[in-house]
């Protein structure tokens, strides 16, 4: 069970939809809020859970994801250090849409849909920040789905290497992933099997775009993995 923990406004600050308010309204907004730390590994949420709280990353990260009916995971999408998530059922009322498990140990802050829903009517830059998440998050599901449909596995590992690339920082050409992702986390997030994923990217190996470092995957040539992920979807 999650080790509960004494409220404080600072965990709050870094938090990128509360960057706006008061801190007299941080203060208050951590009293209302629930506290406690939480494992790696540790489920958080649950599929299909009646809880409904919104949840504010204060440290550690997490990832979204959930498993088909015949036990393949898919994966959503990773949080980490002052993102959020769990507003949809917060919003709507309606049961957990997928499951969130930590990746890494880490302290939250929940808050009950009532409080939620109180400080939005009373905060217009946090309703509008959240609206900006939701008009974010049908952008990406939208890209997603097209690349389900559109684009071979191979294809569309590319485009996640590149966009962990992206994220890692580029620079000179190269990006360092560090520590590398797991292949069957990999497989998750393209929707395929890991042993797919291990020759792709041994295949990326041989052709000199991926390379080795210590635990660190590293894209030997951004430009060229991005040609080739650019090729297949203007082509698609």
């Known amino acids: 069970m999650a080790k509960t923990v004494s409220p404080s406004s600072l965990g709050l600050r870094a938090i990128a939809l509360l960057e706006k308010l008061s801190p007299q309204r941080l203060e208050a907004l951590a009293r209302d809020c629930a506290w406690r730390h939480f494992k790696t590994e540790q489920r958080i949420i649950s599929r299909a ?6 949840y504010l990353i204060v440290a550690g990260r997490v ?17 980490g250090p002052g993102e959020h998530f769990g507003e949809v059922a917060a919003i709507d009322g ?5 499951d ?8 939250l802050a929940s808050l009950a849909p009532v409080a939620l829903q ?25 890209d997603r789905v097209i ?25 000179a050409n190269r990006a360092r992933i560090d520590p590398a992702p797991k292949h069957a986390d990999l ?28 635990r660190a995957l590293v894209v030997l040539d951004v430009a060229r993995l991005q040609k080739m992920v650019e090729e297949v979807k203007s082509g698609a």
């Open 187 to 214: 497989a998750g997030q393209v929707s395929t099997y890991r042993e797919e994923v291990t020759r792709e990217l041994s295949v990326l190996a041989k052709r000199g775009v991926l390379g080795k470092e210590g």
């Open 94 to 98: 309606l049961a957990r849409s997928a």
């Open 118 to 142: 109180r400080l939005l009517r009373e905060e217009p830059s946090l309703a509008m920040h959240l609206l900006r998440d939701f008009a974010g998050l049908v952008r990406r599901l939208s």
């Open 49 to 54: 859970a009646p809880d409904r709280e919104l």
């Open 147 to 171: 690349d389900l449909s559109t684009l071979g596995v191979h294809q569309r590992l590319h485009a996640e290497v590149l966009r962990l690339a992206r994220e890692a920082g580029v620079k």
């Open 100 to 107: 969130v498990v930590g990746l890494e140990p880490g302290l």
């Open 63 to 79: 990832r979204v994801t959930t498993y088909s009916a015949a036990g393949k995971q898919v994966t959503f999408r990773d949080y």
